[in-house]
Nanobody, 128 residues
Framework: QVQLVESGGGLVQAGASLRLSCAAS????????????TGWFRQAPGKEREFLGT????????YYGESVEGRFTISRNNTENMVYLQMDSLKPEDTGVYYC?????????????????WGQGTQVTVSS
């Protein structure tokens, strides 16, 4: 089992930057955080959950959704069991609840159904 806890959300103005963190805890002593790829998603009110990006188990490979490509950056620290989402040039349309997720596909994963573990989410609100 993997537990994920997001933090770092808040209210910012358009154009600002924000960094989200995701802390992972692994219940299985025979497993570790590097066994999983991780991803970030967001969900705005009345909309479906949107894929933002994924990072492979080593951190050597990343892939981003079109809406955030070039503005958001995912990184991870396997020693500290942490994943980060650096968000720059934020826009009001970036508002939503942001979720961290983990996938057993260590190469990285796209659609939400490829992820087995989810955090509870953190709210990001971008004002114009």
């Amino acid at each position: 089992q993997v537990q994920l806890v997001e933090s770092g959300g808040g209210l910012v103005q358009a154009g600002a930057s924000l960094r989200l963190s995701c802390a992972a805890s692994i219940a299985n002593p025979r497993s570790d955080f590097s066994s999983f790829a991780t991803g970030w998603f967001r969900q705005a009110p009345g909309k479906e959950r949107e894929f933002l990006g994924t990072i492979s188990w080593t951190g050597g490979s990343t892939y981003y959704g079109e809406s955030v490509e070039g503005r958001f950056t995912i990184s991870r620290n396997n020693t500290e069991n942490m994943v980060y989402l650096q968000m720059d040039s934020l826009k009001p349309e970036d508002t939503g609840v942001y979720y961290c997720a983990a996938s057993r596909d260590r190469r990285g994963a796209g659609p939400s159904f490829e992820y087995q573990y989810w955090g509870q989410g953190t709210q990001v609100t971008v004002s114009s």
